[in-house]
């Protein structure tokens, strides 16, 4: 089974942003994933929930979805930190602590073999 990647992307909603800019966010996210994808990583991008949450009027606070978002962490076998932020700075202090692998540029992450 291939290794799993946390994706550790800012978001934006607790700093304000608008839907714009978060959902920039998520797309920047998207690209990426698909690079990590391409190096045969499975990846949690947890900003993908930006899609579930968008108009939907009985979507939990923030809090639940970063409290689901670390589960996450805790189940990758490493994270892929692309920048700061509250949220990401969160996600990469816990999987420091848990001794997972991380990466700050996509040219650190090695190309896994094939399963």
Request: glycine share 4%; charged share 30%; aromatic share 14%.
């Amino acid at each position: 089974m291939r290794k799993s990647v946390y994706l550790a992307h800012p978001y934006g909603r607790r700093r304000g942003l608008s839907e714009a800019e978060i959902e920039a966010n998520a797309i920047k996210s998207i690209e990426i994933e698909r690079e990590l994808m391409l190096k045969n990583w499975n990846v949690f991008n947890p900003l993908l929930w930006h899609f579930v949450h968008k108009d939907w009027p009985l979507s939990p606070d923030e809090t639940v979805w970063g409290d689901l978002a670390m589960a996450w962490v805790d189940k990758c076998d490493a994270l892929f930190y692309a920048s700061s932020s509250e949220g990401t700075d969160r996600e990469y202090y816990r999987a420091r602590h848990l001794g997972k692998q991380i990466f700050f540029e996509l040219d650190d992450v090695p190309t896994l073999e094939e399963k």
